[in-house]
């Protein structure tokens, strides 16, 4: 049977999406484009409103594009499929399968029942206690430079606005030996660069489910994975970033200097209502040790504009903080009520178009941090590496598409000729475009 699987929202369903077509193809599956495929897997997110509603809108079109077709069918995971379940049955015909971010483990077996039992319908649906190991027997094939390896599931933060601990579950922490087992086989495979994932990555090994081993010596063992050359690590609550952390951004050369701090505020008043359990001088001083450690490390965060109660001077107070840190660049999103959430029960209720009017504000002063921060890159040397061929065109052939350490887009015109995907080449930065650098190739890196 042909599958198509479609991504919506952060990159744990990225890398979920990622495992779950590896495993289908190995079941004897094959990956095809929309137009061509039966069988079409959702991994969907309900942080925010509008992503909820994009979910709904993609089912239906789907399933109208697809309703004269007795075979084809729908299965839907991730945060939404957690939240709404098996309403999505009574919506949604051709939705045959939803399943949580605790169920992905089992959805191969299950899209394999699907595909030979054209009447069932299935659920996975239910919590585990212990993180949920995943098939990783892969077939020999060569693998993309870059892979996602996670290593926890679920939160415990309960944050105010967050909606992520219901339907991602409590914290689970994945034991080390199986996240190394994972590195391991993905290096042998020619994987160059992994990135570690998690809700909270910072409290990894603090949970019952864990096996006591620290973020930190997690971090020194993926470093000794003879081939993994480059690490990255996504999501990072601040109030958990420890100095042990800190200090393997100068120790290990493989941990690339680029980290995402989520602030959301600018704000303490504002910090305190989300629960955050930080304020605004404990993340300067993180910034500060951040950059002590590691003096060329590219700050990244999230922001949310409208919360609750947020005054025109809470929201100056974000705006200045981002000029105090001057982040390369964020990501910054208008508050929406998640039910269930604490959040949901606060007042006064930020106007839409208040709201809105902040993150056009927030937003250009993001724009602008990027566009210096890339325009700071001109004449650098950096080392990229390469991931697969760029859109853009080179006056020597193809152009390739790639990564500094610092986690910045490169496009590098190459010779024709050659694959150079998982290959590190040499580059001198020339051109800083809106979102990307344009870089001269000097010699290969390898």
């Given at each position: 049977m042909k599958f198509h699987v479609t991504t919506m929202g952060c990159q744990m369903n990225v890398g979920d999406g990622d495992w779950l077509a590896r495993s289908l193809i190995a079941a004897g599956f094959t990956q095809a484009p929309e137009a061509e495929a039966e069988c079409f897997i959702l991994f969907t997110c309900s942080v925010r409103d509008k992503p909820e509603q994009k979910?709904?809108?993609?089912?239906?079109?789907?399933?109208?594009?697809?309703?004269?077709?007795?075979?084809?069918?729908?299965?839907?995971?991730?945060?939404?499929?957690?939240?709404?379940?098996?309403?999505?049955?009574?919506?949604?015909p051709m939705v045959r399968l939803v399943f949580g971010t605790d169920g992905?483990?089992?959805?191969?077996?299950?899209?394999?029942?699907?595909?030979e039992e054209p009447q069932l319908r299935l659920s996975l649906l239910d919590f585990s206690e212990a993180y949920p190991e995943r098939d990783q027997s892969w077939p020999d094939d060569k693998l993309p430079p870059?892979?996602?390896?996670?290593?926890?599931?679920?939160?415990?933060?309960?944050?105010?606005?967050?909606?992520?601990?219901?339907?991602?579950?409590?914290?689970?922490?994945?034991?080390?030996?199986?996240?190394?087992?994972?590195?391991?086989?993905?290096?042998?495979?020619?994987?160059?660069e992994v990135t570690l994932l998690g809700q909270n990555v910072n409290s990894y090994g603090l949970d019952d489910a864990g096996d006591g081993a620290s973020f930190a010596k997690l971090l020194d063992a993926v470093a000794a994975v003879p081939g993994i050359e480059r690490i990255r690590f996504t999501t990072s609550h601040p109030k958990d970033l420890s100095d042990e952390v800190i200090e393997r951004f100068a120790a290990l050369p493989q941990l690339c200097p680029a980290l995402h701090l989520p602030v959301q505020s600018g704000s303490d008043d504002i910090l305190r209502r989300m629960g955050r359990r930080y304020d605004t001088a404990a993340y300067l001083t993180l910034v500060e040790k951040l950059r002590r450690a590691c003096p060329d490390i590219a700050l990244t965060s999230d922001f949310i504009v409208g919360f609750p109660g947020e005054t025109r001077a809470d929201f100056e107070a974000t705006l200045e903080l981002v000029r105090k840190v001057g982040f390369d660049s964020g990501f910054s999103f208008?508050?929406?009520?998640?039910?269930?959430?604490?959040?949901?029960?606060?007042?006064?209720?930020?106007?839409?178009?208040?709201?809105?009017?902040?993150?056009?504000?927030?937003?250009?002063?993001?724009?602008?941090?990027?566009?210096?921060?890339?325009?700071?890159?001109?004449?650098?040397?950096?080392?990229?590496?390469?991931?697969?061929?760029?859109?853009?065109?080179?006056?020597?052939?193809?152009?390739?598409?790639?990564?500094?350490?610092?986690?910045?887009?490169?496009?590098?015109?190459?010779?024709?000729?050659?694959?150079?995907?998982?290959?590190?080449?040499?580059?001198?930065?020339?051109?800083?475009?809106?979102?990307?650098?344009?870089?001269?190739?000097?010699?290969?890196?390898?």
């Open positions: 979910v709904v809108s993609e089912i239906g079109r789907i399933a109208d594009r697809n309703r004269h077709n007795p075979n084809a069918f729908i299965a839907v995971g991730g945060c939404t499929a957690q939240q709404l379940g098996t309403t999505l049955w009574r919506r949604f992905i483990a089992a959805a191969p077996r299950a899209l394999a029942r699907l595909a870059k892979a996602f390896v996670s290593i926890m599931q679920g939160c415990d933060n309960y944050c105010a606005y967050c909606i992520v601990p219901f339907v991602r579950g409590r914290q689970k922490s994945r034991p080390l030996p199986s996240v190394i087992a994972e590195c391991q086989s993905l290096a042998s495979r020619g994987v160059r208008m508050y929406s009520d998640r039910p269930g959430t604490a959040s949901e029960k606060l007042a006064p209720k930020i106007l839409p178009e208040e709201k809105s009017a902040r993150l056009a504000e927030l937003q250009a002063l993001l724009d602008e941090r990027l566009a210096a921060s890339l325009a700071a890159r001109l004449g650098r040397r950096e080392v990229v590496l390469i991931e697969g061929e760029s859109r853009r065109e080179g006056t020597l052939g193809a152009t390739w598409r790639g990564r500094d350490p610092g986690g910045r887009v490169v496009n590098v015109p190459l010779p024709a000729g050659a694959d150079y995907a998982g290959r590190f080449v040499a580059v001198r930065i020339v051109q800083a475009k809106k979102h990307s650098l344009v870089g001269e190739a000097e010699a290969d890196h390898d």
